[in-house]
């Protein structure tokens, strides 16, 4: 593509860009298509000879776009709602454009620098200790494996070189997230090594079953490598009693690592700064700006208090990689599995600097005000139940036909098919978990341009359509 | 920012891109700095109030912009020359803008579906048979990961569950990836599980003494998890005897990973198909389109003929993620340790329509050749010696003043030297590597914007400087 053609393309992209994000709700949220649909619509091989952008564009509207679904929707009220921002997009075309390669300080100083500076801006906004040093990765999965990482070599120093010996566990509740699991399998300790303790009726860890389960373990003849506490679960965003749970850990000298991974920014907002006032004396915590910090997709940030403990886990610099600065420097490579690193520091210091602290705190406190308006509707309502207390801007629900009276199986499938006709409507997507075995609904708010409009649509057609 | 500042500012990117790629060369390839020069230019704290776009894009030109080595810089021969490409940018602005998560079908059909399809292109492309299916993840080191846990959940079915009992060997040779190191301690297998086998006076693993070793290690207690065969390793880009490899693997019931991060792309290119052609009974193979073609970095595909064994390994559905389509659909979570995912196929789609596969190969091509020019220059001087073959884009050779006559370590610290002071005429920017214990220079070609003038340039200054 020579210059000129890429400029013309480019300003085409942004005009489209630009069009799309002013009205993404006039797209249904949840993609309509079925199964097999693009990739019937593609051809098996790629063309023999290049094509015009303009063919390529034209695909992209005709056979992908009905094929999206709509993060940027204003009713999308699935999982954890994500949003970028006009910011953090800009920022990605620059971090596509120049393309850097963070693995070493030399190899993109900027890179590297920029994410000390705006992980330092994070952690002052959301009053880390100094002590904690981050790092930026991908997602909350690889910041909590390298997390879990760090520990076991805190607790098994020749893991490195000599690999698993011996019996370890990991303790989180029963309510957190799969990553967890995935990373104790990966790590090569077990899925029997996760230890999951039971949850109180607001879905918190319970401390004493905790203490309790260590010391049957260690009587039994495992070794605690770490224990996990979450700052907003993924099912109701239940916040573990951190404190607590720390106590333990100091006690029995056990790795504490707190997931704030969706809702640890919330410790920005005035009067919410106690969520994390917990986890000021863990080892490790997740903080995910691509969650609910308007920064796109991927940027997930840990810190820790140990970063020389992930360095000895994973550095190792061969010839092709050394480098002859005269002045230390932070190669970011010594910090992770992964070797090449795209520039995401730049995304979200463009963010921090575009919204500023106000910005922030003030849009994270409107979500929470549409969650707990939300909530108050499903409180007055006689048709619906609410099924967790809402901490921050996730609603847990449920209809609850008077015909139906307890039988729960059969409110199950009702909440199903309600959910999967509200879905279909294309006007809002909502998502549903399980909680104390009950089928919930879930309306998670965190879109920038979700108004009280947005929740209040989503209100009607679950009323209308139940 | 409302919707028109958005489009404002996105013009504003779009010609700055347009006017950076259409001149790189412009700015020194490797940055300039000091370290902490950065860090030092910016604020310790994030500032309160929302700042303008205005005041941002100026910082990015006056503070990061120099901090930037320009990986898109036509001089820039250092490690693996990667360089993005237009459609493959204008993709990233698109993906960063639609903002979906590829973690299950239903969040994003078409992420699902056009990974599918793009991986379908990529692998009849370079001629690997239909029973490889793909996957993409982010970098060669997490596809190598996801390879090696296949590996280690066929050959010990319990580790999911039970975790790591047993000692188990991973051969690869002296040539391989670091990110084989990285792997095999994240596993929990332990960096004394890698055996590395002795390469041969071109780099080529030296396949005697790989079924000697496995041989030794079972009558020793261990068990053989898999053997990485590289084509293309890093130092000089060898090319290890893939086929007999394979032979040995098969005998002795050993999974094969082979990694062609960089060069099995290569494999498309008429007279290289035999670089892939011993892959063809591999268990697993990366390839790296965002190495060499021309696809923004991160992009890594993972072929296997054991889907089935990465989804043992990993896949598990928590509540919140349980969907109810009818038809059997692709969720892309349960390949990988990574939950959510970028919807990185639209970039490599849109890479290959731009080009084509006459367009692509003439590219690769034409990078071969630049390299065989350089390399021909090498062998007809009296002043600098060819320390390896040149298999693809990559040359590695020293200077070899008179006077230094066979001191072998003035004749490493007189390249050391030489390789200082060519790359700080930010006119080009190589690296190094060891070769039989030789500190040995390395030009490696692969930016779209390289001619034969850069290679001319970096001659020269290697004939001035030394």
């Not at 190899?107 to 002590?131: F, I, M, Q």
């Not at 406190?365 to 801007?393: I, N």
């Not at 909680?435 to 979700?450: E, F, I």
Request: charge should be negative.
């Amino acid at each position: 593509m020579d210059p000129e053609a890429f400029r013309r393309e480019a300003h085409r992209v942004a005009d489209w860009v630009a069009d799309y994000l002013a009205d993404s709700a006039r797209y249904p949220v949840l993609a309509q298509i079925a199964p097999g649909d693009i990739v019937r619509a593609l051809p098996a091989e790629a063309p023999d000879t290049g094509e015009s952008f303009d063919a390529i564009f034209e695909d992209f509207e005709r056979v992908i776009m009905p094929g999206i679904t709509h993060w940027n929707h204003p009713g999308f009220f699935a999982y954890f709602s994500i949003t970028g921002s006009g910011p953090g997009i800009l920022a990605e075309f620059l971090s596509a454009a120049l393309n850097v390669q963070a693995m070493l300080w030399r190899t993109s100083p900027a890179a590297t620098e920029l994410e000390e500076v705006t992980l330092a801006w994070l952690r002052k906004l959301v009053h880390l200790p100094g002590d904690f040093d981050g790092v930026i990765y991908d997602t909350a999965s690889v910041s909590t494996l390298h997390a879990l990482a760090a520990a076991r070599e805190h607790v098994a120093p020749n893991v490195r070189a000599r690999g698993l010996i011996g019996r370890y566990r990991v303790y989180c509740s029963d309510q957190t997230h799969s990553s967890i699991d995935k990373a104790v399998i990966l790590l090569g300790l077990g899925h029997e090594s996760l230890r999951k303790i039971a949850s109180d009726s607001e879905f918190r860890m319970r401390v004493p079953a905790l203490a309790a389960a260590i010391h049957e373990d260690r009587a039994a003849g495992w070794t605690p490598l770490a224990v996990v506490a979450t700052v907003g679960t993924t099912s109701s965003t239940s916040i573990d009693p951190v404190a607590a749970v720390g106590e333990v850990c100091a006690r029995e000298k056990v790795w504490l690592h707190v997931d704030a991974a969706y809702a640890g920014v919330a410790a920005m907002v005035p009067g919410y700064e106690h969520i994390l006032a917990g986890a000021a004396g863990a080892d490790s915590i997740v903080l995910n700006p691509h969650k609910w910090l308007f920064t796109p997709f991927d940027l997930s940030v840990l810190y820790t208090r140990h970063m020389d403990l992930l360095r000895s886990a994973f550095s190792l610099t061969p010839d092709y990689l050394q480098t002859t600065e005269v002045s230390p420097v932070r190669n970011l490579m010594d910090t992770g599995v992964q070797l090449g690193r795209r520039f995401r520091a730049l995304k979200l210091w463009m963010v921090l600097r575009h919204f500023g602290a106000e910005g922030l705190k003030a849009r994270l406190s409107e979500h929470m005000r549409l969650a707990r308006l939300f909530a108050g509707w499903v409180d007055a309502s006689e048709d619906f139940e609410r099924l967790a207390p809402v901490p921050f801007s996730v609603v847990c629900f449920r209809s609850v036909p008077r015909a139906l009276g307890s039988d729960e199986t059969a409110l199950d499938a009702h909440n199903e098919k309600l959910l999967d006709s509200v879905n279909r409507t294309g006007a809002v997507f909502l998502s549903q978990t399980r909680l104390g075995g009950r089928y919930s609904l879930r309306l998670a708010v965190g879109n920038l341009h979700t108004t009280e409009q947005h929740v209040a649509r989503a209100w009607e057609l679950l009323n209308n359509l139940r």
